[in-house]
């Protein structure tokens, strides 16, 4: 943090809000904290915080004391500057690079660095050809973003005045929007770039094109440039360059006893890698033989008792026999 702050003053510090929270219900359990905790987080302006922390120091003062120690300016939305058109208040940026060079790291370091080397040089070159055909000047996940707030803004309704500014009243509030200066007074348009439903309700009363109020990064014209540097294609280690006469090599390799771990250990209020299935967090357990809970069959202490069998609703004409 030192050294990124003298060598980036301008750079903005930012914690994980995922593992602050992680650390924080160990001592502050429950779906209502739990709650709290991330409404806090993902609040976008100081008025809404403040009073997110004035629920959450009312239902436990601990926690409230202990989500302050923490210093929300790093991991808050309402605190995040308005320059840098990014909203992420979580590390998955990071975990995603994690994920993609998995098996990758296990290996030795030349090998390591050689196999994600090739993986990025395919992924820039697939990436660059992912927009050729693109008619919309926005990228496709924006425009899903947009789908979803244009649905949103139907709830509100704006008030113009002089000056492209606007009162837009929505969910028992009223927001300033200005579109000339790219504002809104909710800060969700002003940290991440991409107009927030009251903006959309502006652009929408005004009849102008909303594609001009998305911020250039998030344009086709930005990502093509991202991925316009291809990478050197290299050679074998047999054609490398010699050190002392020796061609370079990779060091000799020991592999660890037992099967190492690729996967990190999920935490229990997690959900499953597809996102499909349900976890068995909060289910009680029940005995197939006494239909108790607290214990299964294998454990059960009760006379075993022998259950009727089940009986065809359907009748005679059932094959099931």
Known sequence: MNAVSWLSPQAEHRNCARHIYANWKKLHKGDALKNLFWR???CTFEADFDLVMAYLKMECPK??????RQ???HFCRAFIKTGTKCDAVENNLSETFNGYICISRAKPILEMLEEIRAMLMERMTERSQLMVDQIDPICPRIRMKFEKTKLESRYCFARASLGNKFEVEGDGNRFVVDLAGKTCACRKWDISGIPCRHAICCIAFMKLDINDYVDDCFKKEAYEKCYQFPFLVMNG?????????????????????????????????????DGKKLTKVGVQMRCSNCLQYGHN????KNPTTSRPPKVCLIGQFCNCR
Do not use: H, Q
């Not at 926690?63 to 302050?68: A, I, K, L, S, T």
């Open 63 to 68: 926690g409230y004391e202990d989500f302050m």
């Open 237 to 273: 280690e047999k054609m490398w360059l010699k050190v002392n006469g020796e061609p370079i090599k990779s060091p000799p390799y020991r592999r660890k006893r037992g099967r190492e771990k690729k996967n990190r250990i999920k935490d229990k209020d997690e959900r499953s890698g």
């Open 40 to 42: 806090a987080v993902r």
């Open 297 to 300: 069959k294998k454990t059960c």
């Open 71 to 73: 210093g929300p300016k």
